[in-house]
């Protein structure tokens, strides 16, 4: 079974930077997609961002693009998630989703605050 542990997250100030990481174990992620979501206190989970598993075709939502980056290092058996321009609404736990067929996977999730 695979597991999904995220890290990278903290706190920044408008404008600056992170990047999480998701890292898999008890198998490779290279067969999926990976998909990137976070949740604000009070509001529902939305997701920010997916990584094609063959071709590496990304998809952002509106509000992050042109601002994260999601990539995926086989090597590493990770997905990242560099995070740039950060304003006060990116504030969230990001979690990391594996979702293929039966398969439904989530990591523990990483705290985001952006704050000045």
């Known amino acids: 079974q695979v597991q999904l542990v995220e890290s990278g997250g903290g706190s920044a100030q408008p404008g600056g930077s992170l990047r999480l990481s998701c890292a898999g174990s008890?198998?490779?992620?290279?067969?999926?997609?990976i998909g990137w979501f976070r949740q604000a206190p009070g509001k529902e989970r939305e997701a920010v961002s997916c990584?094609?598993?063959?071709?590496?075709?990304?998809h952002y939502a509106d509000s992050v693009k042109g601002r994260f980056t999601i990539s995926r290092d086989s090597a590493m058996n990770s997905v990242y998630l560099q995070m740039n321009s950060l304003k006060p609404e990116d504030t969230a736990v990001y979690y990391c989703?594996?979702?293929?067929?039966?398969?439904?996977?989530w990591g523990q999730g990483t705290q985001v605050t952006v704050s000045s």
């Open positions: 989703n594996l979702k293929s067929g039966p398969y439904d996977y």
């Open positions: 990584v094609s598993n063959a071709d590496g075709g990304t």
């Open positions: 008890g198998g490779t992620l290279d067969p999926y997609a």
